[in-house]
């Protein structure tokens, strides 16, 4: 063998062995175990029993926050559950630090496993719970929530935790889980004097395959009997002005929206509703709501709302989802709805029968044509999976100091696009090397012969 085809063959051989080590690490990688710290230690006063406790219901709490943790191994990863976030915190390990992202639960990969590791954080923060894992799969529950998307395929807008689960059933569950696309979720109100309600939304949105942090405005949660009710407690102004910013800034394809009549009557979802359907012709309109222009204006090309009786779609939501272990987008949309623990108490329900079905969804408008088929791309170009976001920052007034997203800070995580685009790139090289092989082999041929 000359020393060309050695080369060569040098070359496909740490190809080869960079390819296996690295599918193994994608196919089979063994899942993380959680560690706990065997010490903490605390500049401040109050008891760190809680943050180990499993119990969302007991606190930690510190102004300018600082704790010390040392595990009996090394730890890789750090999960934190906040009731308060704080202004910034950040992760210390041997001589690095990390800013930890601003959600209400956020996991951090610590890049140098360690077993030694410092918790810092400036203003008021309530810690509830706070995990530490090794290496490995990280169990389903753990949320390492993306940045909001950069551009979504879908805009969302329930007017409650739990609105998106019971009347827009399979929605999430089916496009933003098992067909990977950007789904972002806009909320009409926060539920401020129930902290317990944050964590249930998070974890819902979580369960169904929504990846990106959802908007959380500062409007709160009211109790009103009928549309005209609720535009005395709320300035719709306001309102309108908040959802033509999310349209302008996510430019999404489709809009889902709900009943036009409140589901069962409620004043706030009404006043949700009525708002969104001036929000969507808006946003197209260049002399509207100057205050969120530099976003640039966005013609929706669909916009949904459930129950809206013309152009109506019925949706299957009783398909296998291979995300989700063959479970379909229906009982997905049981299963985000019941993570809202605290509403299980009331009649709601998420039906697919009767009149709150969450599978009837009518197209109010469209630039692109009316539906043939259940399907809420129809005539759009067809999306492409993107599950990653780049950062961007978070414009005002849409974001509440306990759910703040500050995505200067997220670290890149390693989606399986990338992974894709690695192995790819691996494989190419192998085949390169193949075809030069036996080039130079057909070449020294001819020369022998
Ligand atoms: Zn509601």
């Known amino acids: 063998m000359n020393t060309f085809s050695k080369k060569i063959l040098a070359i496909l051989w740490v190809a080869i062995i960079a390819m296996i080590g690295f599918c193994g690490n994608v196919v089979a990688q063994e899942p993380a175990q959680e560690v706990l710290p ?9 008891s760190t029993e809680s943050l180990t406790d499993h119990s969302r219901a007991t606190k930690f ?57 410092q918790l810092e954080w400036t203003g008021q923060g309530s810690l509830c719970d706070v995990y530490f894992f090794t290496e490995g ?68 949105l979580w369960t169904v395959g929504v990846e990106h942090y959802p908007i959380i405005p500062q409007f709160p949660d009211a109790y009103c009997e009928t549309l005209e009710q609720a535009k005395q407690i709320y300035n719709q102004q306001e309102i309108i002005a908040y959802q033509v910013e999310q349209i302008r800034r996510f430019k999404p394809n489709v809009i889902v929206g709900q009943d036009v009549h409140g589901e069962y009557g409620h004043g706030a979802h009404q006043l949700n509703t009525d708002s969104l359907i001036q929000a969507v012709v808006m946003a197209a309109d260049a002399s509207q709501f100057p205050e969120s222009l530099s976003l640039g204006t966005w013609d929706t090309p669909k ?13 299957d939501w009783n398909q296998p989802l291979e995300r989700f272990g063959g479970k ?5 949309a049981q299963m985000g709805y019941a993570c809202h623990t605290s509403q299980q108490g009331y009649w ?6 009767g009149s709150y079905d969450c599978r009837k969804f009518g197209l109010w408008r469209s630039t692109v044509g009316q539906d043939t088929e259940p399907d809420m791309l129809q005539n759009l170009p067809t999306p492409t999976p993107v599950p990653t976001a780049t950062p961007t920052p978070t414009p005002s007034p849409t974001a509440t100091p306990n759910t703040a997203e500050d995505s200067s800070s997220i670290e890149e995580s390693s989606t399986p696009s990338k992974k894709n685009g690695v192995v790819i790139i691996i494989g190419l090289a192998i085949g390169i090397a193949i075809v030069l092989i036996l080039k130079n082999t057909i070449k020294k041929g001819r020369e022998e012969s």
């Open 348 to 353: 709601f329900a998420v039906k697919q029968s």
């Open 137 to 204: 799969a990280l169990p389903d529950w753990v949320q390492a929530w993306q940045p909001s998307c950069e551009k979504a395929d879908f805009l969302l807008f329930p007017t409650h935790a739990d609105d998106e689960h019971l009347w827009f059933g399979g929605v999430m569950p089916f496009y933003a889980g098992e067909k990977d696309l950007a789904v972002q979720v806009a909320y009409m109100v926060q539920h401020q004097n129930e902290p317990y309600r944050w964590h249930e939304q998070l974890d819902g």
């Open 61 to 117: 709490t510190a102004q300018d926050g600082q704790l010390s943790f040392t595990f009996p191994e090394n730890v890789a990863g750090i999960y934190l559950e906040w009731e308060k976030v704080p202004t910034s915190s950040s992760i210390l390990y041997g001589k690095q630090s990390k800013t930890m992202p601003q959600f209400l639960h956020q996991y951090l990969s610590i890049d140098t496993p360690s077993n030694q590791i």
């Open 328 to 332: 379909t987008a229906f009982e997905m």
């Open 38 to 46: 065997q010490q903490i230690e605390t500049l401040s006063t109050g």
């Open 303 to 315: 916009t949904y709302l459930h129950l809206y009786p013309e152009n109506q779609i019925v949706m």
